[in-house]
């Protein structure tokens, strides 16, 4: 086949596809989203698309990964994938093209597979897990390049570059990075990750969150398969643990973590955890584990000073290729004080604005964009906190309602109330009303026990802290 064909396939296939997106989505994003992306090639089931930023791959992948698959099966069938290739400065036309990885649809690269007999949990329940994570659950896009430096988190940095360089050394094994949430720890672990993989191919790298391996241990643990969960673990040169403060309360996760540790730090393979706190504020974890987390380097991430606010907002602009005046530079900087995932979503909020009024982004519009994210934080319906708290607790949002008594529930139960008052302007009687019909009373006493528990307990502030950041992000998205 010529090349040009490949392109004429591609447009055919790619408007096959689009008829069937389309039918999903609304005129508005079928038009802004859509329509710009341009069919490359097509070849052996292979589509490669051209998009005109990387604000759009961030919108596909964020939103539109089942229905872009659900078109190519459709399309295509099971074995298509999907490539982006993004232009990078818009300004100046076709100048130049980067391929950007993880398509919804790509097979999983060759990992260095862990030895024969042992299955991963990561691909037991094939069904569950979307094809597009590959075997080690890097992502390419987190890579130190990208991380930027700053006053707080310059420690952090360096002591991840330096285990990147020597994996496995004593002197920095385990490295622990704490810090609240969304200042870049999953970033700068993935980063060193990545970076190890470059190096060295060889070595078999593994993120996996708390949550995740808890998950999988539990499973296993239902299925008799807790020695092939163990063996697998046991495979790994590099073990990158996300969010260890999920321990908590897990007594059974606990061990099974401590045995896996064990054998790795003895055979020198590195250990990498992050957390949300230091070890020994992790509520009920054993002694003997949190002893383990402080052997190696400890480092924490502060909240990002003005600078590098200000330089990973130039970043992002640049890389979607958006011209922004200083003053909205400072503007935002100033604005945004505690993450950088809310700094993040704020950016996207501003750029989405710019989209949507297809004008450049000036000091006007990014007061409105912003004005929006923290009216829409203002105007959040309890429906949605409620939806919110119950996942962070990982229950279903009836047991919010319901009359259930267990701990768990009714702590979920406060923080929900709780952020229903802050969060709305619902009466203490109408928030009642919708947990369950409850009497003002009750949520009167929710609300004291919340705040008088945030006096002490920084658990408590920092779930509240997440879920908050949950919803800065929802309401930007
Ligand atoms: P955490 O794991 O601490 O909650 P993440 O690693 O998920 O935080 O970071 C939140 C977002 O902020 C991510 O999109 C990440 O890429 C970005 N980010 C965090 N720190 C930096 C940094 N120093 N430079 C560039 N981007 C960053
Ligand atoms: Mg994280």
């Given at each position: ?102 398509s919804p649809a790509r097979p999983a690269p060759q990992a260095a597979q862990p030895s024969k007999g042992i299955q991963s949990p990561f691909q037991n329940k094939a069904a ?160 003997r584990l949190e002893s383990r987390m402080t052997w190696g380097l400890m480092a924490d991430i502060q909240q990002p000073d003005y600078e590098t606010k200000v330089a990973i ?26 993450s950088i995932r809310e700094l993040e979503s704020v950016i996207n909020g501003v750029i989405f604005e710019a989209f949507l009024d297809k004008t450049d982004v000036n000091i ?114």
């Open positions: 086949m010529q090349a040009g064909d490949h392109q004429v396939k591609a447009k055919s296939v790619w408007g096959k596809c689009c008829d069937l997106i389309a039918a999903h989505i609304t005129q508005e994003e079928y038009q802004n989203l859509f329509e710009p992306l341009i069919a490359e090639s097509f070849v052996d089931g292979k589509l490669i698309l051209t998009l005109p930023s990387y604000y759009f791959y961030e919108l596909l992948e964020r939103r539109y990964v089942p229905v872009l698959r659900d078109a190519l099966n459709r399309v295509v069938g099971e074995h298509a994938t999907l490539e982006y290739s993004i232009l990078v400065d818009p300004q100046q036309g076709v100048s130049q093209h980067h391929e950007l990885s993880p569950q897990v979307p094809d597009f994570i590959t075997d080690n659950q890097l992502q390419e896009n987190y890579t130190f390049e990208n991380f930027i430096e700053g006053e707080c988190n310059r420690l952090a940095r360096s002591a991840g570059l330096a285990v990147s360089q020597k994996p496995g050394l004593k002197n920095f094994n385990p490295l622990f990075l704490y810090g609240s949430v969304g200042l870049g720890k999953t970033h700068l672990v993935q980063a060193i990750g990545n970076r190890i993989k470059t190096v060295e191919p060889g070595r078999f790298v593994l993120y996996v969150s708390c949550e995740k391996f808890t998950d999988q241990f539990m499973e296993a643990l239902r299925n008799n398969q807790v020695q092939n969960f163990t063996n697998y673990y046991n495979t790994v040169d590099v073990l990158i643990i996300d969010d260890v403060h999920h321990l908590s309360g897990k007594t059974q996760t606990q061990e099974i973590f401590f045995s896996i540790f064990n054998s790795l730090y003895l055979a020198n393979k590195q250990i990498i955890m992050t957390s949300d706190r230091q070890p020994k504020e992790i509520a009920t974890l054993t002694d907002i130039r970043q992002k602009m640049y890389k979607d290729g958006v011209e922004i005046p200083k003053e909205v530079v400072s503007f935002i900087a100033e604005s945004v004080e505690k006007e519009l990014a007061k409105r964009a912003m004005n929006r994210i923290f009216q829409r934080i203002e105007s959040m319906d309890i429906d949605f906190i409620k939806e919110q708290v119950a996942s962070y607790f990982k229950i279903p949002v009836e047991d919010l309602e319901g009359i259930g008594r267990k701990k768990e529930i009714v702590y979920a139960r406060q923080i929900a109330m709780y952020m229903a008052k802050n969060f709305t302007k619902s009466s203490l009687k109408a928030i009642g009303k919708q947990f369950g019909d409850r009497d003002h009373t009750t949520v009167m006493h929710a609300l004291d026990k919340v705040n008088k528990e945030l006096e002490s307990n920084e658990g408590l502030k920092k779930a509240i802290e997440e879920i908050k950041s949950r919803f800065k992000a929802e309401a930007a998205a």
